[in-house]
């Protein structure tokens, strides 16, 4: 993974500042002109929609395999943790605006799902939990 990282990080200096900022201009600009949200009379209100389109489409990312992390690009409180929740809010969102990421984010949930089941503790299928609650407590 390093060595990847080493590969793209030469290969963007190869290519020079300037033709990677036009990439990305276009990049965004295709998203734009794919996916927006107009709201007439009210700047502000469209500013703000597409400042969280625009964490959601960064957050979200592409590939084979796409996680949402839980606090998106707003910090590092979780380290990276991925909740099932994020898929609840994301998915239906990426569906309609980017499909390759919402299926990327189906993968990545189905790849991981035998391992979640192997390490649940054996009261978590026959009771219902929401996510962030603590176990419930052993009868006595």
């Given amino acids: 993974m390093p060595r990847d990282a080493v ?5 963007a200096g190869e290519l020079g500042f300037d033709r990677l900022l036009a990439e990305q201009r276009a990049a965004w600009a295709a998203r734009w002109e794919a996916v927006d949200v107009r709201i007439p009379d009210d700047p502000e209100a469209q500013r703000a929609v597409r400042f969280a389109l625009f964490h959601l489409w960064s957050s979200a ?12 690009l ?12 994020a898929d609840v809010f994301v998915l239906p969102a990426l569906v ?9 984010m189906v993968v990545y949930r189905l790849r991981r799902l035998a391992a979640a089941r192997a390490r649940a503790p054996p009261w978590a299928f026959p009771v219902r939990v929401s996510p962030g609650s603590p176990p419930p407590r052993a009868r006595r």
Wanted: glycine share 16%; with cysteine.
């Fill in 96 to 104: 309609s605006m980017h499909p390759a990421a919402a299926r990327a």
């Fill in 74 to 85: 707003s910090g590092e409180a979780y380290a990276g943790h991925v909740f099932w929740d």
């Fill in 61 to 72: 990312g592409c590939g084979e395999e796409v996680a949402v992390g839980a606090r998106g």
């Fill in 7 to 11: 590969a793209a990080l030469e290969a």
